[in-house]
């Protein structure tokens, strides 16, 4: 009889196993979408990093375009042994600059950071398990934070994810910090970026700001310098917009992207013409789709952000993206487009090939006829 009862126990036990399985398999099949057989192609494909790639970011030399890096977060698997990896227009990896990290999630790269008299362009990540963000000089990727800036100090919900740093026209640069959880309101803090007579960067809160739907997170966040804007993926919900100077008021000048994703909103990034025009482009992450929206809004209102198109690509559920109007060589002369893919890889496409008939082209932010 226990004989019996054991067989019908184990048996209950792998049918409840099968339609779990079953019911994952037909879950998964339903969000992610295979990728489109109208998908653009990348013409160059990084080496892999280590574990799980997140986030890329472009660096631009400054005397000779070609010699510009992308700079991509590792964010390691469960025990968070991840990093940050330096990569050639071509995607070889530069194993001598590469930084380890503990969980790295977003990166962006400013310009200009006055350092014990002197102006150094720099990358800032955010390190989830130490609850800080990561300041390293570029091209050589030095740490120049003493370790590491503590963000969220004065909240329980830290966690940090998402980066995006802000270029005032005066030179002051802030880094906006975006995390797993947070509250309704205030879910954004930013911080004004200092180095000392050592070269060493700190950073101070200037401001705590922003909606959150408590529906996912907010990790992807970008900042359009020129027109002193900041945009952050509100995952499930759509994309929000606030100015991006601390002194700014934090009312919410948009909510956008509210309908035709397939599940989550994810990367951003900002293709730019020198007369304030462009695109605004969103992962929409399970379509293996980016769609694009005019950055500088409609004629009558600056901040309405209709979908203008949806592009197919080659990555994989992308998570991070950046993009850059900058002539860098004889292969991407309009411009780059680099996204994250989930094979660990970044995807590295020319901008005409996003463009299509549809968007235009600026080489170096001169918009063509």
């Known amino acids: ?52 790639s997140d986030d890329p970011a472009i660096w631009i030399h400054p005397t000779d375009p070609s010699q510009s890096l992308i700079i991509g977060t590792d964010k390691g698997g469960d025990t968070g042994d991840g990093g940050l990896y330096v990569f050639d227009l071509s995607g070889k990896t530069d194993r001598s600059k590469t930084v380890k990290l503990s969980r790295p999630n977003n990166v962006d790269i400013a310009y200009g950071l006055n350092a014990n008299g002197k102006k150094i362009d720099i990358a800032v990540c955010a390190e989830r398990n130490t609850n800080s963000i990561r300041v390293f000089s570029l091209p050589d ?58 070269g060493m960067v700190s950073g101070s809160l200037v401001r705590k700001f922003g909606k959150f739907s408590g529906k996912k997170e907010i990790e992807a966040i970008v900042v359009d ?43 951003l990034s900002i293709y730019k013409a020198n007369d304030g025009t462009g695109y605004i482009l969103l992962s929409d992450q399970q379509a293996n789709a980016f769609q694009v929206f005019p950055r500088e809004g409609t004629p009558s209102d600056p901040h309405h952000h209709p979908m203008i198109k949806k592009v197919f690509t080659s990555t994989m559920e992308s998570d991070g993206s950046d993009v850059s109007s900058v002539s860098l060589n004889n292969t991407f002369t309009n411009g780059l487009f680099v996204a994250m893919s989930t094979d660990g890889t970044f995807q590295l496409y020319r901008w005409e090939d996003i463009a299509g008939s549809e968007l235009f082209l600026a080489p170096n932010g001169i918009r063509k006829k």
């Open 1 to 52: 009889m226990n004989f019996a009862l054991s067989i019908n126990k184990d048996f209950m036990w792998f049918k409840t196993l099968a339609a779990t399985l079953f019911y994952s398999v037909i879950f998964l099949s339903c969000t992610v979408q295979k990728i489109s057989k109208f998908a653009v192609k990348p013409v160059i494909i990084t080496e892999k990093v280590s574990v799980d």
């Open 141 to 198: 990727m030095k740490s120049i934070d003493n370790g590491g800036i503590p963000v969220f100090a004065d909240s329980p919900q830290k966690s940090p994810m998402g980066v995006a740093l802000y270029t005032h026209k005066s030179g002051d640069i802030y880094a906006i910090v975006g995390r797993k959880t947070g509250p309704g309101t205030g879910y954004l803090y930013q911080y004004k970026l200092f180095a000392d007579d050592k």
């Open 225 to 267: 310098n020129e027109l002193g804007y900041v945009y952050c993926s509100d995952e499930g919900v759509g994309v929000r917009k606030y100015y991006a100077h601390p002194d700014s008021s934090n009312t919410e000048l948009a909510l956008f992207a509210i309908k035709g994703i397939r599940q989550d909103h994810e990367g």
